[in-house]
């Protein structure tokens, strides 16, 4: 759930045997663990905003067979590498690959034949699956295995952040400002940085390439712009910022 404000995670629907909760989400404390002690359905809700903030996860007994958890790492822009290990197969006939923009709604993206003979194997296999198409800020995975006699159950599910959290930050010096600007940078500057002075509707006006190496601050000239209030917006490899400049 989002922290904006006041929100809850509150159970609506538990299996027999498992305890239920109750947890404040906040700007504070936005996240809440929870670890399930019994298979099946469970369904939770944000109490003050019940009519639109809801969620279920399923909770379905290991997979068939012995497997290491489903790992996945951010490799390189819009790329995603899930690995997983076998210790033991015992009929698989396949994994299906789950990929979710929220932890919540998976779909398939690719099935992934076992590459055990005939689905059985005593010993470790190694798979791999490259995601090309991750975007946003985070991407969930899961693996559905599915058996030979038509049985399945489900992975963990392995989440990467695709954006870098922000550790850098802008200053615009003056803002008000005139005929020029100074915007420095306070952090890590990541691959192909660019800054661009947009207009509010993303029209961009300017646009510099940026070095980390030779600079942490660049000097913009405004002279030609009309009064009003513009976007400096900065982007690299994995970060995006943006702050609104008032030119006088």
């Known amino acids: 759930m989002g922290a904006g404000g006041f929100h809850t995670t509150t159970s609506t629907l538990i299996p027999a045997g498992a305890t239920a909760w109750d947890a404040p989400i906040t700007t504070v404390g936005a996240t809440f663990d929870y670890v399930p002690t019994e298979i099946g359905e469970y369904a ?140 420095h940078f306070n952090g890590e500057m990541g691959k192909n940085a660019r800054l661009q002075v947009q207009t509010l509707n993303g029209k961009i006006i300017q646009e510099h390439s940026l070095n980390a190496a030779e600079t942490n601050s660049i000097n913009i000239s405004l002279t030609g712009l009309a009064a009003g209030i513009y976007l400096i917006h900065y982007a690299d490899d994995t970060l995006k910022l943006t702050q609104k400049l008032t030119k006088k």
């Open 44 to 183: 939770y809700q944000c109490t003050p905003h019940s009519a639109m903030m809801t969620g279920t996860f399923t909770v379905s007994l290991p997979t068939p067979g012995k497997m290491s958890d489903l790992s996945a790492k951010h490799t390189q822009p819009n790329t995603v590498l899930l690995s997983w290990t076998t210790f033991m197969e015992e009929g698989n006939r396949h994994f299906e690959i789950q990929k979710s923009e929220d932890g919540h709604k998976f779909s398939n993206i690719a099935v992934q034949p076992s590459l055990a003979a005939q689905g059985n194997s005593s010993s470790p296999i190694n798979y791999t699956f490259q995601d090309n198409s991750a975007t946003g800020d985070r991407a969930f995975y899961r693996l559905r295995q599915v058996n030979l006699d038509g049985q399945s159950a489900y992975s963990n599910v392995a989440t990467v952040q695709l954006t870098k959290k922000a550790n850098m930050s802008l200053q615009v010096h003056p803002n008000p400002a005139g005929e020029s600007v100074l915007i």
